[in-house]
């Protein structure tokens, strides 16, 4: 299965450096704006919505601006109407990137994401050029400390999971969409904390990128994508030699 790549796991573990510094806040409120905005703002009968919150709460933001964005959602205070949008093109060497956003103004989101692709060597490309490279699956993530892994792999193959691996202090989990909240919802009841969990999207194959100078220039630009206030999520179909995002890493 694609997807299980240490690039996705030093992707997240990156999200929680950045939560440190409060750059990931704004992109945790939109979240769940959105989601209580389609479910309700009562996390207990709303799992998606407590999904969020909790993944917010890893990231230590702050109570107020989840009761906040919570409100903004469901309308009891105001707030700008959000949209939905995927990006499409090709990183430096014709990577395939999908880019996920949510935004109140669509000409800026698309502008600035059109001049990362450009100063990078990039281009976007038109709807359904690169989409069809991946498979929108459910994703989390689970710290191993304390957790049996047969027994988190029976639970989650009942549950309908698709695929489990374990990378370093924590287990990726991969499920299909229509079975992912039913996962969420059997590692919640067991106790166990999902550091991190989300609707992705995974490449059916995976490129190789075994040179150093392509692998920093292929991070930077999928930096510069995230440091971008509208996007959400990004996600190319690359696979980085590990020994290189080792010492890129070290760096």
Same mark, same amino acid.
């Given at each position: 299965?694609?997807?299980?790549?240490?690039?996705?796991?030093?992707?997240?573990?990156?999200?929680?450096?950045?939560?440190?510094?409060?750059?990931?806040?704004?992109?945790?409120?939109?979240?769940?704006?959105?989601?209580?905005?389609?479910?309700?703002?009562?996390?207990?009968?709303?799992?998606?919505?407590?999904?969020?919150?909790?993944?917010?709460?890893?990231?230590?933001?702050?109570?107020?601006?989840?009761?906040?964005?919570?409100?903004?959602?469901?309308?009891?205070?105001?707030?700008?109407?959000?949209?939905?949008?995927?990006?499409?093109?090709?990183?430096?060497?014709?990577?395939?990137?999908?880019?996920?956003?949510?935004?109140?103004?669509?000409?800026?989101?698309?502008?600035?994401?059109?001049?990362?692709?450009?100063?990078?060597?990039?281009?976007?490309?038109?709807?359904?050029?690169?989409?069809?490279?991946?498979?929108?699956?459910?994703?989390?993530?689970?710290?191993?400390?304390?957790?049996? *892994?047969?027994?988190?792999? =029976? &639970?989650?193959?009942?549950?309908?999971? !698709?695929?489990?691996?374990? %990378?370093?202090?924590?287990? #990726?989990?991969?499920?299909?969409?229509?079975?992912?909240?039913?996962?969420?919802?059997?590692?919640?009841?067991?106790?166990? *904390?999902?550091?991190?969990? =989300? &609707?992705?999207?995974?490449?059916?194959? !995976?490129?190789?990128?075994? %040179?150093?100078?392509?692998? #920093?220039?292929?991070?930077?630009?999928?930096?510069?994508?995230?440091?971008?206030?509208?996007?959400?999520?990004?996600?190319?179909?690359?696979?980085?030699?590990?020994?290189?995002?080792?010492?890129?890493? !070290?760096?």
């Amino acid at each position: 299965m694609a997807g299980h790549s240490k690039w996705a796991n030093t992707k997240h573990r990156k999200a929680r450096v950045d939560a440190k510094r409060g750059q990931i806040f704004s992109k945790l409120a939109k979240e769940i704006m959105i989601a209580a905005r389609m479910g309700g703002g009562d996390p207990s009968a709303n799992i998606t919505l407590r999904t969020i919150v909790q993944k917010a709460r890893s990231y230590n933001m702050p109570a107020d601006n989840i009761d906040r964005a919570i409100k903004k959602g469901t309308g009891e205070l105001e707030s700008a109407a959000l949209e939905e949008i995927i990006y499409e093109g090709y990183a430096p060497g014709g990577i395939a990137v999908l880019v996920c956003v949510l935004t109140d103004n669509k000409n800026r989101s698309v502008s600035e994401v059109r001049n990362v692709f450009s100063k990078n060597g990039g281009s976007m490309a038109g709807t359904g050029s690169v989409s069809h490279l991946f498979q929108r699956k459910g994703q989390m993530f689970v710290k191993a400390e304390g957790v049996n *892994e047969d027994h988190l792999l =029976e &639970l989650i193959l009942e549950a309908g999971g !698709e695929d489990m691996k374990r %990378d370093a202090d924590e287990y #990726e989990i991969l499920t299909e969409p229509a079975t992912f909240m039913g996962v969420v919802e059997a590692i919640s009841n067991q106790g166990m *904390e999902a550091s991190s969990s =989300e &609707l992705a999207f995974i490449p059916d194959t !995976e490129v190789p990128v075994t %040179d150093r100078k392509q692998a #920093e220039t292929l991070i930077r630009f999928v930096d510069q994508l995230e440091e971008l206030d509208d996007v959400q999520n990004v996600y190319p179909n690359f696979n980085i030699d590990d020994h290189i995002l080792d010492a890129i890493n !070290e760096e």
